[in-house]
């Protein structure tokens, strides 16, 4: 079974440009996150779809950042413009919600995108 | 809110030695709670997770957690360390109420193995 798998594994853009990641979760996994991480610092909350549906956005730094999941499978996450405070990691994660078990579920999580923004 | 605390970003242990790394979280409900392991150009590895069932659990690769709840600490331990252990240790929390489950993470610790 193939892993949760992001697209570009890095990513070097200039200020203002604009940058879109891909992430597709595991087939059949409902859920799916993006967290960020900035240098340094802690892995943070962005986003979380159910299906197709955003359930939570509350991490989403600004209006600079859409995330996208149309028809429930792959999710894009789009930034701009980017500023130099975009960089980071950010990595997207998938759950399947097994029997209703809810924050229980494991997140499998991809190996990350690298933004740079210089 | 929720939030944890590693102490330590990192920490180095020799060989064969006890590995120890620390978590302490601050929750207003019940929560579950998990490490996960990054090595290097990889994604987050789930080692272990604590959902209430049992204070006392083990995960992958010889690792094990204590949840104390008197302590609000939730520390990774191993008896043996390994060179293979080498890596970024992540401890996470995240809210028992059903649905809520955005993880909140510390700020890792990295683990480096003498030989």
């Known amino acids: 079974e193939a892993g949760v798998t992001q697209f570009p594994s890095h990513s070097v853009i200039e200020k203002g440009q604009t940058v879109t990641l891909r992430c597709d979760p595991i087939?059949?996994?409902?859920?799916l996150y993006w967290y960020r991480r900035v240098m340094g610092k802690e892995i943070k909350f962005l986003l979380h779809f159910v299906k197709e549906s955003k359930q939570d956005e509350s991490g989403m730094p600004n209006n600079r950042f859409l995330a996208e999941r149309t028809g429930g499978t792959y999710s894009t996450l789009k930034v701009q413009p980017a500023e130099l405070e975009d960089s980071g990691v950010y990595f997207c994660a998938s759950s399947q919600d097994k029997f209703g078990q809810g924050a229980s579920n494991e997140q499998f999580f991809g190996p990350g995108t690298r933004l740079t923004v210089l | 809110a929720q939030s944890v605390t590693q102490l330590g970003s990192h920490v180095s242990v020799s060989e064969g030695a006890l590995v120890l790394l620390r978590c302490n979280y601050s929750?207003?409900?019940?929560?579950?709670l998990f490490w996960y392991v990054q090595y290097p150009n990889q994604g987050l590895q789930l080692l272990l997770k604590?959902?209430?069932?049992?204070?006392l659990v083990k995960g992958i690769n010889g690792f094990e957690a204590e949840f104390k709840k008197s302590e609000t600490s939730f520390h990774l331990t191993k008896p043996s360390a390994h060179m293979s252990d080498a890596a970024e240790y992540f401890c996470?929390?995240?809210?028992?109420?059903?649905?809520?489950?955005?993880?909140?993470f510390g700020t890792g610790t990295r683990l480096t193995i003498i030989p």
């Open positions: 929750s207003s409900v019940p929560p579950y």
């Open positions: 604590y959902t209430s069932a049992a204070t």
């Open positions: 996470a929390v995240s809210d028992s109420d059903f649905g809520n489950e955005k993880l909140t």
């Open positions: 087939s059949g996994h409902d859920n």
